[in-house]
């Protein structure tokens, strides 16, 4: 496999701070988990700081950065309040993603058609500070001309419908949604978009979507967590290392 076709595999570290929080403390550290990425050749770091803080902090971010080398991958709603402290602390990358204070997890794509305008000044202060914008948008083509409109130059696919179809296994419906991720993914890199993807990927469904070719990147965390419990973080992260580059 060339280094040109790698495929780059950040992880989010948010719950292994919601399992912190959960009793309060500082164990386990989110950042100790960062560094266990950073030790197993991962590419980057991804955390989201929500409005209601129920899994990474404020105080989180200084430390993962200071704690390795990795570039950090911000999630974040679009709000005056987020892009502060994405201003503040300089992260490689900005992640837009909708938010619902309800919600368990981050429950399908930005609507980046509809909320145009007020997406607008935020991708541009992102932008002008250097901090590469990325949209977690469905693998629509009206949300991907959204994000060329925007200026955006990464936009993320979510990947929970495939995931759910596969959980299901109907076979139809995966297959539906694995083409439409890939001619997305292609229609992006046509336009100077670089496409990466993420939610809802296991050691079991994460081959069809790292294979493929134009996808530069693949953003895993839950699963990877949730296997740290029966096998250690390493393990996991090494694991899905392999299945990615066996696809490719």
């Given at each position: 496999?060339?280094?040109?076709?790698?495929?780059?595999?950040?992880?989010?570290?948010?719950?292994?701070?919601?399992?912190?929080?959960?009793?309060?403390?500082?164990?386990?550290?989110p950042?100790?988990?960062?560094?266990?990425?950073?030790?197993?050749?991962?590419?980057?770091?991804?955390?989201?700081?929500?409005?209601?803080?129920?899994?990474?902090?404020?105080?989180?971010l200084?430390?993962?950065?200071?704690?390795?080398?990795?570039?950090?991958?911000?999630?974040?709603a679009?709000?005056?309040?987020?892009?502060?402290?994405?201003?503040?602390?300089?992260?490689?990358?900005?992640?837009?993603?909708?938010?619902?204070?309800?919600?368990?997890?981050?429950?399908?794509?930005?609507?980046?058609?509809?909320?145009?305008?007020?997406?607008?000044?935020?991708?541009?202060?992102?932008?002008?500070?250097?901090?590469r914008?990325?949209?977690?948008?469905?693998a629509?083509?009206?949300?991907l001309?959204?994000?060329?409109?925007?200026?955006?130059?990464?936009?993320?696919?979510?990947?929970?419908?495939?995931?759910?179809?596969?959980?299901?296994?109907?076979?139809?419906?995966?297959a539906?949604?694995?083409?439409?991720?890939?001619?997305?993914?292609?229609?992006?890199?046509?336009?100077?978009?670089?496409?990466?993807?993420?939610?809802?990927?296991?050691?079991?469904?994460v081959?069809?979507?790292?294979?493929?070719?134009q996808?530069?990147?693949?953003?895993?965390?839950?699963?990877?967590?949730?296997?740290?419990?029966?096998?250690?973080?390493?393990?996991?992260?090494?694991?899905?290392?392999?299945?990615?580059?066996?696809a490719?």
């Open positions: 496999m060339s280094e040109a076709r790698k495929l780059r595999l950040g992880v989010n570290i948010d719950h292994v701070a919601t399992i912190r929080n959960a009793r309060g403390g500082d164990h386990p550290d950042v100790r988990a960062a560094e266990i990425v950073a030790a197993v050749g991962g590419d980057g770091i991804t955390a989201h700081l929500r409005e209601d803080r129920r899994h990474i902090r404020d105080d989180d200084k430390r993962i950065q200071d704690a390795t080398d990795l570039p950090l991958n911000l999630e974040m679009a709000t005056g309040e987020m892009l502060k402290i994405a201003l503040r602390h300089q992260p490689h990358a900005a992640c837009i993603v909708p938010e619902k204070r309800e919600e368990r997890t981050t429950e399908g794509g930005l609507d980046a058609a509809g909320l145009h305008n007020q997406l607008a000044p935020i991708v541009t202060e992102l932008r002008d500070a250097g901090i914008v990325s949209l977690f948008i469905e629509d083509p009206r949300q001309e959204a994000a060329m409109r925007l200026g955006a130059p990464v936009v993320e696919f979510h990947t929970g419908e495939y995931a759910h179809a596969h959980e299901r296994g109907d076979g139809e419906a995966r539906v949604e694995l083409k439409r991720i890939a001619d997305m993914a292609a229609l992006a890199v046509k336009n100077g978009i670089e496409p990466h993807a993420g939610h809802g990927l296991t050691f079991e469904n081959q069809p979507i790292a294979a493929i070719p996808l530069a990147e693949l953003n895993i965390g839950h699963y990877l967590v949730g296997e740290a419990i029966f096998t250690g973080l390493e393990p996991a992260i090494r694991r899905m290392r392999e299945l990615m580059d066996e490719r």
